[in-house]
């Protein structure tokens, strides 16, 4: 799960992390007075939406009248952004941050996350802040700096002298660094954090250090031991239908193809996927219905599907293995009738009592076509939508 | 032969008593399983259709000699289950849980390391040696004894491989769901390796996915060190980049963790690749004539 900008600076603050001071604001007129409370000379009017390039994407002004603010804000509100994260329809812009400018010395790239080959927390950081770091990463690897971290131990003195060394910060600078570092890491082991990024981390002119943006991640595995997290999810940020999906513990993804495809398992469901296009189609998106396949799962994940105006065909795919296959039959045609399901629909099954539930298929009078192996089903869900 | 359970593995439940456990447990024991234990903290000294079930790991092994155990406790408390497992020196890990915080099993792993035990998941659905040992939510019926080692990051498609070679007359030596979690336990290349020194397995398929980079560690090994022939396939290759596709782990980040780039090293390295999933039985057919 993703939060805002300023959902991520409030988290990091409260551990005591440097961050501007700031305020949200929800229209012009906000904005404006956010501005008159900052009482600064000069402020930054930053759009909220989760998705980075909001800089370049003409996102972010720096402003130094509340007039400027508010007419910036009231150009952004309402109005789609279209980052080179966001794909080309864009994020509609329903919130703006306001925060007190920072005289910037230099920007840096600092990150937390999850590190899969060192099965721990690394810390990455880069003298190349302000950019997008997959690009850096990408064109000089040599200027990121990974730095992983025992979590029995923590981050060790040594670790923050040696990233402060080698981002060239002495002094109080880099006293000042070491101690964002164990912020940093508490914040993210307490809040169980996927990921924080912080891009640019400045220095100020008078060498201090702060985070002049923030991202951060949550791991949806621990959201139920974060009850104030889970509170911070914004709905208008997700796709309608992943969010429908997820209410049914269907795990959904919408992609651009024709045919639907509903499957037990998110391995056979990126290989249904793949066949499909193997085939010659596109699939229009991915959907695991877990384990327990009964009809109201079955009839979500139809009204789910259906909802996509592309979606042309359906093809269900289930290996149940143990699990009855006239039961799922049973549950699909039921499910089938409710949606009154009018696309062509391909059933493969395995498991046990495969032959029962092909009959239950055929004799329902609905348009289903019962397949007799992955490789049939989707050559028969690509014929009949190709009609 | 086969690797890490045969037919002298006695394997302890944590969780006996949870639907999934109780339902699995017998499942298990049906195919011939010893299932010699259960644990569930406060109903030590009851039973599980003759299970006995004990408080603890560490007195459920010292009782019944087990060697293994299999794990169902719900994802707040699987860590500990894998950490307590691991004190008592229970030798191989079965962990089924699906949904465990990523930071707790960063812990358990820092919390095994150097000790004699050895983790398989979280969120995989077993391991099993057809005919002998089953550890695992898997369908019994769909395995045979044979000689090509499985090893997949997934549950159900690891079933649909299976069921395509044992419907092609390809029996099976032991079949090892790596999980789908980003951290794990016995990973690709160690199933891998352990496949190499074992005689019995002939040859290897390979169900890999999108997300990490596990198959080009795997395509690395093989090129160097692996003597059998290897069949793969890797799944979502129609997967758009920085979506989590279900599986925790499964996602293309940063540019990398993409199928292409999978399958060109898992080709560079001398496997045989199918396209697509529905090919993995007929590829290791052709594999196997070929050797002949």
Do not use: W
Request: glycine letters at 12%; aromatic letters at 4%; proline letters at 4%.
């Amino acid at each position: 799960m993703n939060v805002h900008e300023f959902q991520a600076k409030a988290i990091l603050a409260k551990y005591g992390a440097p961050v501007p001071k700031g305020q949200v604001a929800t229209s012009p007129e906000a904005t404006a007075a956010a501005f008159r409370a900052l009482g600064e000379a000069r402020a930054v009017v930053k759009a909220q939406i989760h998705a980075g390039g909001r800089g370049k994407a003409g996102g972010v002004k720096l402003v130094s009248s509340a007039q400027q603010a508010q007419d910036f804000a009231a150009s952004i509100l309402g109005k789609p952004l279209v980052t080179h994260q966001t794909g080309p329809e864009g994020r509609v812009v329903r919130r703006v941050y306001v925060e007190a400018a920072s005289e910037v010395a230099r920007e840096l790239y600092l990150a937390m996350l999850v590190d899969r080959s060192s099965e721990g927390v690394a810390i990455i950081a880069s003298a190349a802040g302000g950019m997008d770091i997959e690009e850096v990463a990408a064109k000089t690897p040599d200027k990121i700096l990974s730095e992983p971290i025992d979590v029995a131990i923590g981050v060790a003195g040594f670790q923050s002298r040696r990233l402060a060394l080698a981002l060239d910060l002495a002094g109080k600078t880099a006293a000042e660094f070491g101690t964002l570092l164990t912020t940093l890491y508490r914040a993210f082991m307490e809040t169980d954090a996927s990921l924080i990024e912080i891009n640019p981390l400045v220095i100020t002119a008078d060498g201090s250090v702060v985070c002049l943006d923030a991202k951060m991640g949550f791991d949806d595995n621990a959201l139920f031991r974060h009850p104030e997290i889970r509170e911070l999810r914004d709905p208008g940020e997700e796709d309608p239908s992943e969010s429908e999906a997820a209410k049914f513990n269907l795990s959904y993804v919408q992609l651009d193809g024709n045919i639907g495809c509903m499957v037990n398992g998110a391995g056979l469901a990126m290989a249904t996927m793949d066949i499909i296009k193997f085939h010659g189609a596109e699939p229009a998106n991915f959907l695991d219905i877990g384990g327990g396949a009964d009809a109201e799962k079955v009839a979500a994940a139809f009204r789910i599907l259906l909802a996509d105006p592309r979606v042309k065909g359906v093809l269900i795919n289930i290996f149940g293995g143990i699990m009855r296959c006239d039961v799922l039959a049973q549950g699909v045609v039921e499910a089938a009738r409710q949606v009154k399901l009018n696309a062509p629909l391909v059933v493969r099954m395995e498991g046990t009592n495969v032959e029962q539930g092909r009959e239950i298929l055929k004799s329902s009078g609905l348009k289903i076509t019962a397949a007799s192996d992955m490789a049939d089903a989707a050559q028969r869900i690509v014929a009949l939508i190709g009609k | 032969m086969s690797i890490l359970v045969n037919h002298n593995t006695r394997v302890i439940t944590q969780g006996i008593t949870g639907a999934t456990g109780r339902f699995h447990t017998l499942a298990c024991k049906q195919y011939g399983t010893q299932m010699v234990a259960g644990v569930v903290p406060g109903k030590g000294g009851t039973d599980f259709e003759g299970i006995p079930i004990f408080d603890t790991v560490e007195r459920a092994k010292r009782e019944t000699d087990a060697n293994a155990t299999i794990i169902y406790v719900p994802p707040a408390f699987a860590a500990d289950a894998i950490m307590e497992a691991t004190a008592a020196g229970v030798e191989l890990i079965v962990c089924i849980t699906d949904g465990i915080p990523t930071l707790d099993m960063v812990k358990a792993k820092r919390f095994m390391r150097g000790k004699p035990v050895r983790l398989l998941g979280p969120n995989c659905p077993g391991i099993i040696t057809p005919g002998e040992c089953k550890i695992g939510i898997m369908p019994g019926h769909i395995y045979r004894p044979g000689a090509v080692g499985v090893i997949s990051r997934s549950g159900t498609l690891t079933y649909e491989s299976v069921n395509q070679l044992t419907l092609a007359g390809i029996g099976q030596s032991t079949c090892v769901g790596v999980g789908g979690d980003p951290i794990i336990g016995i990973n690709t290349l160690d199933a891998l390796k352990l496949f190499n020194e074992d005689p019995q397995t002939e040859a290897v398929v390979l169900i890999g996915e999108i997300g990490g980079s596990a198959e080009e560690e795997a395509a690395a090994y093989i090129k160097q060190h692996f003597r059998k022939p290897v069949v793969c396939y890797i799944a979502g290759q129609t997967a758009p980049k920085g979506r989590r596709m279900g599986h925790a782990g499964a996602i293309i980040a940063g540019g990398r963790g993409g199928a292409e780039e999978k399958i060109a090293a898992l080709r560079a390295a001398g496997a045989k690749v199918a396209m697509s999933p529905a090919h993995i039985g007929s590829t290791m057919k052709a594999v196997l004539a070929g050797q002949n």
